[in-house]
């Protein structure tokens, strides 16, 4: 076999194993993800800007036992915790997007109904011609 061919069935290999432990990263660290979030909800966590650190650690405290008592049982690694807190992250991101996206399409279609084009389009002679109506 060619040095060009080990190549490839090494770099073959070395893919496959990247799956297979990605996968295994994903089974483990998605479902914690989702607990994260929950125990956020579960926590009825206060969103007062004003707590002192006393306040803030004794409210969150529990909220954050918990979690540390999943990563424990879970035998997480330090990257993985980090992981599990960037597919929270995403999470968030991802409807976020989603929703300007949804908003901002909304706003276009009704510029485009008040307006009778985009606002791309729209031209100062247009505009004024709508304010003096």
């Known amino acids: 076999m060619s040095k060009k061919n080990n190549y490839k069935v090494f770099k073959s290999s070395q893919e496959k194993e990247r799956e297979r432990l990605d996968k295994e990263r ?9 607990e994260y979030l929950q125990a956020i909800l579960d926590g009825n966590l206060s969103l007062n800007g004003k707590l ?36 929270v ?21 009704a510029q485009k109904k008040l307006f ?10 247009r505009l004024d011609g709508i304010l003096k109506q």
């Open 26 to 34: 994903d089974e483990k660290c998605i479902p914690l993800a989702k």
């Open 116 to 125: 009778g084009c985009d606002k791309e389009d729209m031209t100062l002679n």
């Open 52 to 87: 002192n650190a006393q306040e803030l650690e004794k409210e969150y405290e529990p909220t954050m036992l918990k979690m540390i008592n999943l990563y424990l049982e879970k035998e997480l690694t330090i990257i993985e915790i980090g992981y599990v807190r960037k597919l």
């Open 89 to 109: 992250q995403e999470m968030i991101d991802n409807l976020e997007n989603l929703l300007v996206k949804s908003i901002n399409n909304s706003l276009r279609i």
